[in-house]
């Protein structure tokens, strides 16, 4: 661990611009990392926020494929959506880049051609899954197949979303092809890997030793798991026709790999912004008193802690991370989030359907965070984080002061008289604050430092509610000054540690105090004056509004639309039966008839007693659709009846047939309907 870093560069996980930003990114990758970055910005620290599109790889290719668009388009128009969405939400990036660009083209390949000239890439030829259909070698998203490990039927060529295996397409068992279908075919091509197996000892010392007590248990955890099954040369290097074509001669037709090509995207982004800026971009990745960050999400671990430093390694002249804190996966209303399935909350559409909530989200992200195993988001649990913590307690507390001080004094802080025990004692816990909250912000535990910001608004609202001062203000006037410029301590205490987590909250409340810039987080500790008596604030606004019933239930109205219309999408047919003759067929006797009478069979929730006019006789049919329709909306109803089934006793009631029903695609029973012009007794063959 570095102790005094000079400076900080901190990397954010490059988002792949096949598809929007949700939920999921953020708890995960870019709500942590933006409050650290924020945070250390506060403390005066030299901090390079970086990130960019992950555009290359195979994934891009098939969105394009099957959106019926260039790769180029397809990445231009997610890379505009995901750089808004982030602006919109308060990301603070100090550079977000594009792997497309040219700077990262040049990075990248000669960041390759370094270590070809060294010598640290094995040349191979090696039998790889081939298409011959589609006439062409598969990338490994390429294919679906049977985990080895887990068993898993529906396993990527390069990794188990099911086990987070990391794979081989040619482990894959009973392999497919996403382009034809057909099963591939082996076939020989010439590549280069880098031999992960030259850097175990390192690897080994480096994390198993050296950084066994402050990296992330789960980091930590999968790391030694994947040191532990041996280490193997991986390819850089893929048969592709989108991405940066590898370097050398006798590679055409090939790209280099996107997890080869991807991480060098936080170096040629923070190239790209050192440009801008008018800065030395080196120091911030090869300097030894900076302290490198990688946030991510629990996928990436692999990619970031074994393979980008072997990277890092063999080339020599770069610092390493000096963590990783991964968090695990964010779930939504208790399923697996998933891009292709729709099911998710997206930025974008989160923005346009509550504007000006951004604080909520991250507030509610931050506050059940995945930072020690999944979590579950549901919008009930977001609704009452904003009703009972936002508004009820900081919104509140907020609220009160500002209401009071221009009630009582026009909005100028009043010249406080002498402290009392509770006074000087309020004031001491408020000054402690920035360092409880820096220590868990320093450890990464933003959840936990959530939690302390959360203390800081119920240490001014049970101030208030033990002092009193609209009761105290008729008989001891004096001593409300005292009371209210305590209490406004606190709030200009506020508007400063809240920033790194509500930013947009810190910024309404500094220009209502009208404090914007005054003041820094160690001032809170240091200064016992931080908004000084004759300052005049601004009018009271509301910092948190309620949140209705009426727009969550919108929300999760639109997430059970969308999972409805994911079952009838993947909903597959019922295997034929086996083949009957027509003399089978020709025994049933299938007829139009007509619901007359319908009651609920008693101390039965599924069976409904029906009376149903056959044409050749009125009969006694009892059917187990209690569940789906009600006695009173099924009267006069058409149905198919199969007249000839041998009786049944049922609860004590003969039934004398069935009628014909069957599923829609939410799985609700519906009835198989003769056309209305059809007589009862006609017969069905």
């Given at each position: 661990?570095?102790?005094?870093?000079?400076?900080?560069?901190?990397?954010?996980?490059?988002?792949?611009?096949?598809?929007?930003?949700?939920?999921?990114?953020?708890?995960?990758?870019?709500?942590?990392?933006?409050?650290?970055?924020?945070?250390?910005?506060?403390?005066?620290?030299?901090?390079?926020?970086?990130c960019?599109?992950?555009?290359?790889g195979?994934?891009?290719?098939?969105?394009?494929?099957?959106?019926?668009?260039?790769?180029?388009?397809?990445?231009?128009?997610?890379?505009?959506?995901?750089?808004?969405?982030?602006?919109?939400?308060?990301?603070?990036?100090?550079?977000?880049s594009?792997?497309?660009?040219?700077?990262?083209?040049?990075?990248?390949s000669?960041?390759?051609?370094?270590?070809?000239?060294?010598?640290?890439?094995?040349?191979?030829?090696?039998e790889?899954l081939y298409?011959?259909?589609?006439?062409?070698?598969?990338?490994?998203?390429?294919?679906?197949?049977?985990?080895?490990?887990?068993?898993?039927?529906?396993?990527?060529?390069?990794?188990?979303?099911?086990?987070?295996?990391?794979?081989?397409?040619?482990?894959?068992?009973?392999?497919k092809?996403?382009?034809?279908?057909?099963?591939?075919?082996?076939?020989?091509?010439?590549?280069w890997?880098?031999?992960?197996?030259?850097?175990?000892?390192f690897?080994?010392?480096?994390i198993?030793v050296?950084?066994?007590?402050?990296?992330?248990?789960?980091?930590?955890?999968?790391?030694?798991?994947?040191?532990?099954?041996?280490?193997?040369?991986?390819a850089?290097?893929?048969?592709?026709?989108?991405?940066?074509?590898?370097?050398?001669?006798?590679?055409?037709?090939?790209v280099?790999?996107?997890?080869?090509?991807?991480?060098i995207?936080?170096?040629?982004?923070?190239?790209?912004?050192?440009?801008?800026?008018?800065?030395?971009?080196?120091?911030?990745?090869?300097?030894?008193?900076?302290?490198l960050?990688?946030?991510?999400?629990k996928d990436?671990?692999?990619?970031?802690?074994?393979?980008?430093?072997?990277?890092?390694?063999?080339?020599?002249?770069y610092?390493?991370p000096?963590?990783?804190?991964?968090?695990?996966?964010?779930?939504?209303?208790?399923?697996k989030?998933?891009?292709?399935?729709?099911?998710?909350?997206?930025?974008?559409?989160?923005?346009?359907?509550?504007?000006?909530k951004?604080?909520?989200?991250?507030?509610?992200l931050t506050?059940?965070?995945?930072?020690?195993?999944?979590?579950d988001?549901?919008?009930?649990?977001?609704q009452?984080?904003?009703?009972?913590?936002?508004v009820?307690?900081?919104?509140n507390?907020?609220?009160?002061?500002?209401?009071?001080?221009?009630?009582?004094?026009?909005?100028?802080?009043?010249?406080?008289?002498?402290?009392?025990?509770?006074?000087?004692?309020?004031?001491?816990?408020?000054k402690?604050y920035?360092?409880?909250?820096?220590?868990?912000v320093?450890?990464?535990?933003?959840?936990?430092?959530?939690?302390?910001?959360?203390?800081?608004?119920?240490?001014?609202n049970?101030?208030?509610?033990?002092?009193?001062?609209?009761?105290?203000?008729?008989?001891?006037?004096?001593?409300?000054?005292?009371?209210?410029?305590?209490?406004?301590?606190?709030?200009g205490?506020?508007?400063?540690?809240?920033e790194?987590f509500?930013?947009?909250t810190?910024?309404?409340?500094?220009?209502?105090?009208?404090?914007?810039?005054?003041?820094?987080?160690?001032?809170?500790?240091?200064?016992?004056?931080?908004?000084?008596?004759?300052?005049?604030?601004g009018?009271a606004?509301?910092?948190?509004a309620?949140?209705?019933?009426?727009?969550?239930?919108?929300?999760?109205?639109?997430?059970?639309?969308?999972?409805?219309?994911?079952?009838?999408?993947?909903?597959?047919?019922?295997?034929?039966?086996?083949?009957?003759?027509?003399?089978?067929?020709?025994?049933?006797?299938?007829?139009?008839?007509?619901?007359?009478?319908a009651?609920?069979?008693?101390?039965?929730?599924?069976?409904l007693?029906?009376?149903?006019?056959?044409?050749?006789?009125?009969?006694?049919?009892?059917?187990?659709?209690?569940?789906?329709?009600?006695?009173?909306?099924?009267?006069?109803?058409?149905?198919?009846?199969?007249?000839n089934?041998?009786?049944?006793?049922?609860?004590?009631v003969?039934?004398?047939?069935?009628?014909?029903?069957?599923t829609?695609?939410?799985?609700?029973?519906?009835?198989?309907?003769?056309?209305a012009?059809?007589?009862?007794?006609?017969t069905?063959?």
């Open positions: 661990m570095i102790q005094e870093p000079k400076r900080y560069t901190i990397t954010a996980a490059l988002p792949y611009t096949n598809g929007p930003i949700h939920i999921g990114h953020l708890a995960g990758v870019y709500v942590p990392s933006d409050i650290y970055a924020r945070f250390l910005r506060l403390q005066g620290r030299d901090v390079a926020f970086i960019g599109s992950d555009e290359h195979v994934a891009i290719s098939m969105k394009a494929k099957k959106e019926g668009i260039t790769p180029q388009e397809v990445i231009d128009k997610y890379h505009t959506l995901i750089k808004k969405s982030f602006e919109d939400f308060g990301i603070s990036f100090d550079n977000y594009r792997t497309s660009a040219k700077i990262h083209h040049d990075t990248a000669q960041f390759f051609r370094t270590l070809y000239d060294k010598g640290d890439f094995i040349e191979e030829v090696t790889q298409d011959a259909k589609a006439n062409q070698f598969l990338a490994d998203r390429f294919v679906i197949g049977t985990c080895p490990k887990c068993g898993n039927e529906e396993a990527y060529g390069d990794q188990c979303e099911k086990c987070g295996s990391s794979l081989n397409a040619t482990d894959l068992i009973n392999p092809s996403t382009i034809t279908g057909e099963t591939p075919i082996l076939k020989s091509t010439k590549h890997f880098l031999p992960l197996d030259r850097y175990d000892a690897l080994r010392e480096w198993l050296g950084h066994k007590n402050d990296w992330k248990p789960n980091v930590y955890g999968q790391v030694k798991s994947w040191l532990e099954d041996g280490l193997k040369p991986r850089v290097t893929r048969d592709l026709d989108w991405g940066i074509p590898v370097p050398v001669e006798g590679a055409e037709g090939k280099l790999y996107v997890w080869f090509d991807a991480p995207g936080y170096i040629s982004s923070t190239k790209e912004w050192a440009q801008r800026e008018g800065k030395d971009w080196e120091p911030y990745w090869k300097s030894d008193d900076t302290k960050v990688h946030f991510i999400g990436n671990i692999v990619f970031h802690c074994v393979i980008f430093p072997a990277m890092l390694k063999a080339e020599g002249s610092i390493l000096d963590n990783v804190p991964a968090n695990e996966f964010l779930n939504l209303e208790g399923n989030l998933s891009t292709s399935k729709n099911w998710a909350v997206w930025l974008h559409e989160y923005l346009e359907d509550f504007p000006e951004q604080d909520v989200l991250r507030y509610a506050s059940n965070a995945p930072e020690t195993k999944d979590n988001f549901t919008w009930k649990d977001f009452a984080r904003n009703n009972n913590e936002l009820a307690i900081f919104g507390f907020i609220n009160r002061v500002v209401v009071l001080t221009n009630k009582y004094y026009d909005g100028i802080v009043p010249q406080p008289n002498e402290f009392s025990e509770i006074d000087e004692a309020t004031l001491t816990e408020l402690a920035p360092a409880v909250i820096a220590s868990s320093e450890r990464y535990r933003f959840r936990e430092a959530l939690g302390e910001l959360m203390n800081v608004a119920r240490l001014g049970k101030y208030l509610a033990d002092e009193e001062p609209w009761k105290v203000i008729k008989d001891n006037p004096e001593r409300v000054k005292t009371q209210m410029y305590v209490a406004l301590q606190i709030a205490a506020l508007s400063v540690l809240a790194p509500l930013p947009f810190a910024q309404k409340l500094a220009r209502i105090l009208k404090t914007g810039g005054q003041f820094s987080w160690n001032d809170i500790t240091e200064n016992s004056d931080l908004i000084s008596a004759g300052h005049k604030i009018e606004e509301l910092l948190f309620k949140i209705e019933d009426e727009e969550i239930q919108k929300q999760v109205d639109k997430l059970e639309a969308t999972k409805t219309a994911n079952k009838a999408e993947n909903k597959k047919a019922e295997p034929q039966k086996d083949l009957i003759q027509y003399e089978d067929f020709a025994k049933m006797d299938l007829r139009v008839g007509t619901i007359l009478e009651e609920k069979m008693p101390k039965a929730n599924k069976l007693v029906l009376k149903i006019d056959t044409g050749i006789d009125i009969r006694t049919i009892v059917s187990g659709i209690a569940e789906s329709f009600t006695p009173e909306e099924i009267i006069g109803k058409k149905v198919t009846v199969l007249a089934l041998a009786p049944r006793n049922l609860r004590g003969e039934s004398q047939g069935m009628i014909l029903m069957t829609n695609p939410e799985g609700k029973l519906v009835f198989v309907n003769p056309d012009e059809a007589g009862n007794g006609e069905i063959n």
